[in-house]
Each structure stands twice: as C-alpha cells, then as structure tokens.
C-alpha cells in the first residue's frame, strides 16, 4: 500500500511556496514543526496562531495598516487537512476567506482583552505565539490562553531572542529567561512577584517544556520554546 503521507509536501517545502519566514530561508521552525505536528496533520485538530504578519507596530507600522496576505495561514490550512485554524492579530485581516479560518482581533498590550479573546477562541490543541515578541505580551498571552487548552497540546513561541524596543518594558524577566529557567528547575522564577505567582499557579499543568537555540545551535541565543500540557 502506498504511505499517502510521503507524497505530501513538508511543513518547510510549503513555507518557501507560501513565503512564511518559519521556512529554510530564515528561521528554520518548520524543521521542529514537521516532527511535532505531523501526528495531527490529518486530525480535526483546533490550531491557533498569535500574530499573522511580519511589519506591525512592534516594527513601527501602525496597527490600522493594510494587509494583503497571510503566509503562515495559508500554509497551516494546506499542511493540516482537516483543522479549524484561527489567526489572532492587532492588525485587521478579516477580508480573508476560508471555510475553515477564523480571525480575531486583539491587542496583546492588554491581558483582560486576550482573556476575552481566549474565551471567544475556546480550547485549541496547538498554539504558537508569534505576534510582537514583547516579553510582557508572550507572558499574558501564555497566562491567559495554556490553562484553557485542554489536555496533551502544545503551547508554542517564537522568537524569543528578540523583542520590539518601542513595547518591552525595563528590567522584565525575559521569556526565553522565565521558560529556560523552568526547563531546568521546574520552577519560574520572575522580578515581577504577582506575575511569578501566576506562572507558579500554571506550572502544575506542564508536563514537559523545551527551548531550542537559533538554527538549533547549542553556541547560539535561545529562539522558540515548546510547552506540553499535561
């Protein structure tokens, strides 16, 4: 019998067809992804993406820009046959179209707006995190969006060696920091008191976290942390 799977295009071959920067060109995630995912590639799973195109106000564009595309979306619906797929973004990218892709609109600045986001999203199975990269945003969004997944997903985010000057605040613990940290002792540890004390409450919940290098190089910054929940 033929394995219908090996005449299916990687992760990475359909990152260069759509243009996402996860691909071989640049940031090399679709490597790590094709192992993790493929077991859900053909499953009705519910996958979330945080920050949908490269140029928002983290690079200073104003949130009310113009959008023309979706690399990444267009990607995750041909890769993941039969997933409900929902983009989550500041910007507006509600013009696009497909029976199963949903937009929400959401400013990650502010934590009780992506706990309303979260609840209107419901439980998703796979998240990544790939919006402003501002420490304090991919905290919240963590806080707000991993205790309501349900049991086994993963909890994804990106580009942790990097962080928008115009949104990071002074002396925050740094993501790559907090999650490496909790990799290696289990426990979180954060400046901030109130803001440990909530990823102490969440902890319990984890079953196994991971934080890769750049390019997957020992020698290099830490770039994309994997979080399994139990």
């Known amino acids: 019998m033929e394995d219908i799977s090996a005449t ?31 077991p859900f590639r053909d499953r009705p799973v519910s996958f979330l993406e945080m920050g949908l195109l490269i140029g928002g106000p983290e690079h200073g564009k104003d949130a009310s820009r113009e959008t023309r595309d979706l690399p990444s979306i267009r990607m995750w619906l041909d890769y993941f046959s039969q997933a409900q797929v929902i983009g989550l973004d500041i910007s507006d990218f509600a013009w696009f179209r497909h029976p199963r892709f949903r937009f929400v609109q959401c400013d990650m600045d502010d934590r009780a707006l ?3 986001a979260a609840r209107e999203i419901g439980p998703v199975d796979i998240a990544i995190d790939d919006a402003s990269h ?8 963590f806080l707000e969006i991993f205790p ?29 920091a907090l999650f490496r940290g909790f990799a290696e002792t289990r426990t979180f540890r954060h400046r901030d008191p109130d803001t440990e004390a909530a990823f102490r ?3 319990p919940m984890i079953s196994g976290c991971f934080v890769f290098q750049t390019h997957y190089t020992k020698t290099r910054r830490n770039q994309v942390a994997v979080v399994h929940k139990i």
Not at 134 to 141: K, V
Not at 163 to 170: D, G, R, V
Request: no cysteine.
């Open 201 to 203: 409450a969440v902890a």
């Open 148 to 176: 309501t997944m349900p049991s086994g997903p993963l909890y994804i985010i990106e580009d942790l060696r990097w962080q928008p000057e115009t949104f990071e605040k002074p002396g925050i613990t740094k993501t790559a």
């Open 114 to 116: 992506i706990a309303r």
């Open 8 to 38: 299916e295009p990687s992760l990475t071959a359909l990152a260069e067809t759509y243009g996402s920067d996860k691909g071989a060109r640049k940031h090399r995630y679709t490597e790590l992804y094709d192992m993790l995912f493929r």
């Open 134 to 141: 501002a420490s304090h945003h991919q905290q919240n969004a």
